[in-house]
């Protein structure tokens, strides 16, 4: 079964830090783009970061730029979040996923629809 599993949430206190963790299972993403997205109770899904295949370039949504960092390890099939500087905003379920198509970039990579696998997702509560 090809899977991704998330990793690494947990509580911290503002301006904690915490590392996510993405891993595939069942086959390799590691010439997909990939992405961090995360969901409130009560709120739509938001993107969080992404990540093109090689790791060259990333980009983040508004209200994590400066305090996040996306990051990839092909050999490990792994991509990472790096999470500093945490707000009680933060708090949610974090999911990466995996794009649709292999040796592609494209612009719309804050789009859901980019994505074609997500995992069950690790919750991170921020208290303030």
């Known amino acids: 079964q090809v899977q991704l599993v998330e990793s690494g949430g947990g509580l911290v206190q503002t301006g904690g830090s915490l590392r996510l963790s993405c891993a595939a299972s069942?086959?390799?993403?590691?010439?997909?783009?990939m992405a961090w997205w995360r969901q409130a109770p009560g709120k739509e899904r938001e993107f969080v970061a992404h990540?093109?295949?090689?790791?060259?370039?990333?980009h983040y949504g508004d209200s994590v730029k400066g305090r996040f960092t996306t990051s990839r390890d092909n050999a490990k099939g792994t991509v990472y979040l790096q999470m500093n500087d945490l707000k009680p905003e933060d708090t949610a379920a974090y999911y990466c996923?995996?794009?649709?198509?292999?040796?592609?970039?494209?612009?719309?990579?804050?789009?859901?629809?980019?994505?074609?696998?997500w995992g069950q997702g690790t919750q991170v509560t921020v208290s303030s």
């Open positions: 990540i093109t295949i090689g790791g060259v370039v990333t």
């Open positions: 996923a995996a794009a649709k198509r292999p040796f592609y970039s494209g612009t719309d990579y804050y789009q859901p629809n980019y994505y074609e696998l």
């Open positions: 069942g086959r390799t993403f590691m010439s997909n783009d």
